[in-house]
C-alpha cells in the first residue's frame, strides 16, 4: 500500500493525494469510499493528468531533484567550510 502527495512535489495548496493499493484492499476500499471522498478538484485533477501524460511532470521532478540536490551541496560545503575555520580559531 502507497499513499502520497503530490504537495510536495508541485504546490501544498492544490492539495492532491494517492492511494496505491492492492486488489484485495482495493475491492474493501471501493465499497467504502463513499466515507473517504475528500473531493479534490476535478480541475487540478485533469491539468495534473495532462501534465503527467505530456512527460512535463517528469521533467519538473528531475529538475527540481537537480536544483535541490545543488542547494543540499552549498550548504553542506558552506557548513564544513564555516565549522572547519571555527575549529581551527
Do not use: W
Amino acid at each position: 500500500m502507497y499513499v502520497g502527495t503530490f504537495s510536495r512535489v508541485l504546490c501544498p495548496s492544490i492539495r492532491l493525494s494517492y492511494l496505491v493499493l492492492p486488489p484485495a484492499l482495493l475491492d474493501r476500499f471501493l465499497t467504502k469510499s463513499n466515507s473517504y471522498d475528500q473531493y479534490a478538484s476535478p480541475i487540478f485533477q485533469k491539468t495534473l493528468y495532462l501534465f503527467m501524460e505530456s512527460g512535463d511532470f517528469h521533467r519538473h521532478v528531475r529538475k527540481m531533484r537537480a536544483r535541490y540536490k545543488h542547494k543540499h551541496d552549498v550548504l553542506l560545503q558552506a557548513l564544513r567550510e564555516r565549522f572547519a575555520q571555527a575549529v581551527y580559531n
